[in-house]
């Protein structure tokens, strides 16, 4: 069956430019999660939805980024004014509860 | 969170068995422990988990201390195909979960399969 999927693959951006991650999770799932990682790091939590809801964004690190579910279903990561610093794979995930979370296969975002 | 320490890298000759070692001393008694792997440019995905019995299924077998203090991931037979990264990652799937359970990667273990 058709797994997670996240698009664009690759994204390059110039600094100080918006960017709109999108993930579409397992059709059914009710848990779905972002990631960050950097290059030879292992992933790092960036915020969790339990359907529309948000329910922890703690790890999100800044302001600068914004998640939504809206129809709990697909999900949009967006990060404004665009750093160096935020270049990186970024992963979505998603489960049916807290059972194993399954991924997608990552955006990579590189910032000029 | 509680804490996972793994080494940094395994090597492995292909065919023979891979042990992949994790110490978790901290670990609570709601706690499993679950391990994904990470193929290059791949997203995680997920390989097994247990609680406290030790744990097989298709793709490999988790050995559990009776202290829960340590497991190790058994590749009963490396393929290249193996060569990844390895995280092992405690999930609190207990009462104390809140009722979901982000999971915490460290840095894991990478494995490589020489052919």
């Known amino acids: 069956g058709a797994g997670v999927s996240q698009s664009p693959r690759y994204k390059v951006a110039k600094r100080g430019q918006d960017v709109a991650l999108r993930c579409d999770p397992i059709s059914g799932h009710v848990s779905l999660f972002w990631y960050q990682q950097a290059l030879g790091q292992g992933p790092e939590f960036l915020t969790y939805f339990q359907n529309e809801a948000q329910l922890d964004k703690s790890g999100l690190p800044s302001d600068r980024f914004f998640a939504e579910r809206p129809e709990g279903s697909v999900s949009t990561l967006k990060i404004q004014r665009t750093q160096q610093e935020d270049s990186a794979v970024y992963l979505c995930a998603s489960s049916q509860g807290i059972d194993e979370q399954f991924f997608g296969p990552g955006t990579r975002l590189t910032v000029l | 969170d509680a804490k996972t320490t793994q080494p940094n890298s395994m090597e492995s000759n292909e065919e023979e068995p891979v042990h992949l070692p994790c110490n978790h001393s901290?670990?609570?008694?709601?706690?499993?422990i679950h391990w994904y792997r990470q193929l290059p440019s791949q997203g995680p995905e997920y390989v097994i988990h247990?609680?406290?019995s030790n744990v097989n299924n298709r793709m490999a077998s988790l050995a559990i201390a009776e202290d829960r203090k340590s497991s190790t991931l058994i590749l009963h037979r490396a393929t290249l195909r193996d060569a990844a990264v390895y995280y092992c990652i405690l999930r609190d799937l207990g009462g104390n979960s809140g009722g979901y359970q982000k999971v915490t990667f460290g840095t894991g273990t990478k494995l490589q399969v020489i052919p």
């Open positions: 247990g609680l406290t």
């Open positions: 901290t670990i609570s008694g709601t706690d499993y």
